[in-house]
């Protein structure tokens, strides 16, 4: 809004107004900080999943409701965990930038902590496919997950050198197509902040960064435990609802935007709703964040 007052009140201006010398101690005016919100397609899983909808009609609902951007999770895609075809890709590619929606990203499903060998190379040669999908929808990441919880007998401390190996892997790959590799914490194998930043701190690659997702830090105050993995953070999962004492609370929306423009962080804030109509809640989260931006 700015740039356009600039633009129309600038044709006003006398002509020899822009052939005087620039005064380099005015005061300048400093761009918004660059953060946008995204729609994270799970929020239409089950219309996505049952085929009452589809990741085109997506881009118009971006369109209409005022996002930025969407993440189309690779699982809503003809045919996963195949890829779809580069036509498919492209048009989607195309449609997306007629409307003026950006792809945040997108995300596979993995299992890192499987202590089946062969099972976690499966998943190490579905990452690289979609890390291909990636490059060709210009989406900056691919989100993965360390793995799910474990229920037998294993050490942790031992599945946690697993993962960090696997990850390892995993950004090698992302690396050659120029890819980031988001690890999204799901309240399944990694449970703390403390577990989150070793894994992260492991790796060591600068392909890597957590999908800092809100609603899956159930262990001690979710505000705290943002305030610590915030640095971390190359997208996000912003959900309704966040863990407190145990249970699920509506998230409080102005400690979340305190934390997240008190740090660093530029780039996208996806939204996701579960287990509600999420074309009538989303325009909701999208009113909320936006007054807060």
Excluded at 241 to 248: F, H, I, P, T, Y
Aim: hydrophobic letters at 40%; glycine letters at 6%; charged letters at 30%.
């Amino acid at each position: 809004m700015i740039r356009r007052r600039f633009l129309k009140s600038s044709l006003l201006m006398p002509v020899f107004a822009f052939n005087q010398p620039f005064n380099l101690n005015a005061t300048t005016i400093e761009p918004d900080r660059n953060i946008k919100l995204s729609l994270n397609a799970y929020s239409f899983n089950a219309q996505l999943t049952s085929g009452e909808t589809n990741l085109f009609e997506l881009i118009e609902f971006c369109k209409k409701q005022g996002f930025d951007a969407l993440d189309p999770t690779g699982y809503y895609f003809p045919g996963y965990p195949a890829v779809p075809e580069d036509e498919y890709i492209y048009e989607f590619k195309r449609r997306a930038f007629l409307s003026g929606i950006e792809i945040s990203g997108t995300g596979v499903r993995n299992d890192f902590a499987n202590p089946d060998e062969q099972k976690r190379k499966e998943d190490l040669e579905l990452i690289e496919a979609w890390c291909v999908v990636a490059s060709k929808l210009g989406a900056p990441l691919l989100r993965v997950f360390p793995g799910k919880e474990i229920k037998d007998d294993r050490d942790k401390h031992e599945v946690m050198k697993q993962v960090i190996i696997e990850l390892k892997k995993a950004c090698e790959i992302g690396a050659k197509y120029g890819v980031m590799i988001a690890m999204q914490n799901h309240n399944d194998f990694l449970k703390s902040s403390e577990e989150i930043i070793q894994i992260i701190l492991g790796v060591n690659s600068k392909w890597l960064g957590l999908h800092l997702d809100i609603g899956s830090l159930a262990q001690r105050d979710p505000y705290e435990e943002i305030k610590i993995l915030v640095k971390y953070a190359i997208t996000w999962q912003i959900k309704e609802l966040v863990w407190e004492n145990g249970k699920k609370v509506q998230v409080d929306y102005d400690r979340l935007m305190e934390i997240i423009t008190d740090s660093d962080y530029v780039g996208y804030l996806p939204l996701e709703t579960l287990n509600v109509d999420p074309e009538k809640r989303l325009p909701l989260m999208v009113n909320e964040m936006r007054k807060r931006l």
